[in-house]
């Protein structure tokens, strides 16, 4: 299983960032795929999962500012980060969800991409 993200760096506060992760190693096409984020002197946070039907779930603190998407023919899901604030600074990563109903535990997940949102 590999996991690879990209797309993180240095934003201002309100503004936006897209993070890829291309996947390889297993049946991405019938896997539910989730992002996560961990802050400094925090512990692994729940940010956004889909199911390989499309179908997108959320916490209610990421609601409205977050898009999680993916293409099956390119096994890569991505996030999608709107008006970013600073609190939203973390390393983000994509993961294998343990299993459809809990999408915020995982079998695997990537080394992760630095997002810092600083003016």
Known sequence: VQLVES???LVQ????LRLSCA???FPFS?????WARQAPGKGLEWVSGI???GSTFYPDSMKGRFTISRDNAKNTVYLEMNSLKPE???VYSCA??????RLDEYDYWGQGTQVTVSS
């Open 7 to 9: 797309g993180g760096g």
């Open 13 to 16: 506060p309100g503004g936006s």
């Open 23 to 25: 996947a390889s190693g």
């Open 30 to 34: 019938s896997s539910a795929m989730s």
């Open 51 to 53: 199911y390989s039907d």
């Open 88 to 90: 939203d600074t973390a």
């Open 96 to 101: 294998i969800p343990r299993s459809r109903r």
